[in-house]
């Protein structure tokens, strides 16, 4: 296969605390990773992402007083759905998936670190406004063309693939190389979302 230096392969939030067992665990979230591992053998450019939250994060239910994990709540920019605890910085349930292969990444990116804001997407915090300085990152090195992967299909992989293609990168999503936390309706949303933003879903 080709491997062409304008497509990178965007591995999203492949974490312990996503994966059966974690304390926001998406159901099989682990049964993608010997996929996503192939997947890497494909492309010559590779960004790993990582939910990176302050203990203290304002997303944490157990950080608002009588509020329940999977409630919503409204934040200075927006409906916010309050999470059990997950991704708290430097803890194992941070930590990538150990099956994950991680030597072959340009870059692991980090979001959710300012505790007053979450970050679904890689490209931009949950104001859709301030940046993580991916899409720089991307295009100084001449990606164009970007394959996403990884945890949740609803939440992360959604923002940032519609994020990715309102930017103008050519997006793609393997579906079969994601799995969705399903809350509500979200998994539906996510889908007619990214299609409407005109990015490609592979069965
Ligand atoms: C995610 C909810 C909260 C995700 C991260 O990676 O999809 N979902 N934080
Ligand atoms: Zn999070």
Known sequence: MDISTH??????????????????????????????????????????????????????????????PYSSIKMPYGDQILWPDHCVQGTLGAAFHKELETNRADIILRKGNNRDIDSY??????????????????????VSSLTFVGLATDFC?????????????????????????????????AMNDMRGHGVQLQA
């Open 7 to 68: 497509d990178a392969l965007v591995v999203i939030d492949v974490q312990n605390d996503f994966c059966p067992g974690g304390a926001l665990a998406v159901s099989s979230g682990d049964a993608i990773i010997e996929k996503i591992n192939l997947m890497q053998q494909s492309f010559s450019r590779i960004v790993l992402t990582q939910d990176w939250h302050p203990a203290d994060h304002r997303s944490f239910a157990s950080n608002h007083p009588d509020a329940a």
């Open 121 to 142: 997407s890689a490209f931009f915090e949950n104001d859709h406004h301030t940046s993580t300085g991916l899409e720089g990152y991307l295009r100084e090195r001449g």
């Open 157 to 189: 992989v959604r923002y940032s693939a519609v994020d990715a293609a309102k930017l103008g990168f050519d997006v793609s999503v393997d579906l079969s190389a994601c799995r969705a936390i399903d809350l509500d309706g979200s998994l539906d949303q």
